[in-house]
Nanobody, 123 residues
Framework: VQLQASGGGLVQAGGSLRLSCAAS????????MGWFRQAPGKEREFVGI????????AYTGSVKGRFFISRDNAKNTVYLQMNSLKPEDTAVYYC?????????????????WGRGTLVTVSS
């Protein structure tokens, strides 16, 4: 699966942004889709995941209630809606695909990765 994330940019604190991740190459709905992020000088961290059907999601605690993942299997695309953004959300965001059962939180459990998209939240 080839993945391409897009939609990053500069936003003020409290604002919203929606990231997209377009997939190609294999059957998109065979995979759970995750979002990760990596802030400068920090380890890559799990943000959230959606199962292949789009019926279940899981999030890390710091984004729960603010970030929402959805997918459109007809369009081979997964989305990350980010609301009430904070400066600490600033990072490069990556989408990834996993063939393992839902949920998966470790980056080593993902088979395919896209190039990241930078999100910068100003205070």
């Amino acid at each position: 699966v080839q993945l391409q994330a897009s939609g990053g940019g500069l936003v003020q604190a409290g604002g919203s942004l929606r990231l997209s991740c377009a997939a190609s190459g294999r059957t998109f709905n065979d995979y759970g889709m995750g979002w990760f992020r990596q802030a400068p000088g920090k380890e890559r961290e799990f943000v959230g995941i959606i199962n292949w059907r789009g019926t279940s999601t899981a999030y890390t605690g710091s984004v729960k209630g603010r970030f929402f993942i959805s997918r459109d299997n007809a369009k081979n695309t997964v989305y990350l809606q980010m609301n009430s953004l904070k400066p600490e959300d600033t990072a490069v965001y990556y989408c990834a695909a996993t063939s393992r059962s839902f949920p998966r939180y470790q980056n080593t459990e993902y088979n395919f990765w896209g190039r990241g998209t930078l999100v910068t939240v100003s205070s």
